[in-house]
T-cell receptor, first 114, second 105 residues
């Protein structure tokens, strides 16, 4: 089974802090994604990556950056956390070229910014 | 703009009743279409995709290109179907807002 692991399930941070959310997948997938999940808004794509050191903006990249130094790891960075970034963050991966195909999701990281 | 719309936030039915979760999409070309499901305390997972034309857990989804819809249906709902359902479209997957299905005994 594909395993996507998000290292932090719950985080509480203060406004202005730098936040790192880590995601690791064990199936040698090329494609990795970061979404945020909010009630009534569904999932919104923040950033995605089709290869190592490669990234593309999704629909809501403002206030976020990403890093993909190794194929299996995709990190989401909040340079200066704000209260409106309180949310559930979902990492996903898939191995289909040219298509999102079936995404495999992590369990999520619930971030609260005070 | 590319968009996926699920008009119902909450759908509540009784066990054994038919279920239809609506999904409409606005997308250039012919996107791939998917339904994902999230059961309580579990991770989001694929339920079905339109190109496979499968029935999963009794659910089917019909693509209507004329109406740009991809509604999810099940003839007889079960309590274990209670979950959050998301419709998604396209290459980098645009998701709808989600519909919470509650099946009452």
């Amino acid at each position: 089974d594909v395993k996507v692991t998000q290292s932090s399930r719950y985080l509480v941070k203060r406004t202005g802090e730098k936040v790192f959310l880590e995601c690791v997948q064990d199936m040698d997938h090329e494609n990795m994604f970061w979404y945020r999940q909010d009630p009534g808004l569904g999932l919104r794509l923040i950033y995605f990556s089709y290869d190592v050191k490669m990234k593309e903006k999704g629909d809501i990249p403002e206030g976020y950056s990403v890093s993909r130094e190794k194929k299996e790891r995709f990190s989401l960075i909040l340079e200066s956390a704000s209260t409106n970034q309180t949310s559930m963050y979902l990492c996903a991966s898939n191995g289909e070229t040219g298509s999102a195909g079936e995404l495999f999701f992590g369990e999520g990281s619930r971030l609260t910014v005070l | 703009a590319q968009r996926v719309t699920q008009p119902e936030k909450l759908l509540s039915v009784f066990k054994g009743a038919p279920v239809e979760l609506k999904c409409n999409y606005s997308y250039s070309g012919s996107p791939e279409l998917f339904w994902y499901v999230q059961y309580s305390r579990q991770r989001l997972q694929l339920l079905l995709r339109h190109i496979s034309r499968e029935s999963i857990k009794g659910f089917t989804a019909d693509l209507n290109k004329g109406e740009t819809s991809f509604h999810l249906k099940k003839p007889f709902a079960q309590e274990e179907d209670s979950a959050m359902y998301y419709c998604a479209a396209g290459g980098k997957l645009i998701f709808g807002q989600g519909t919470e299905l509650s099946v009452k005994p």
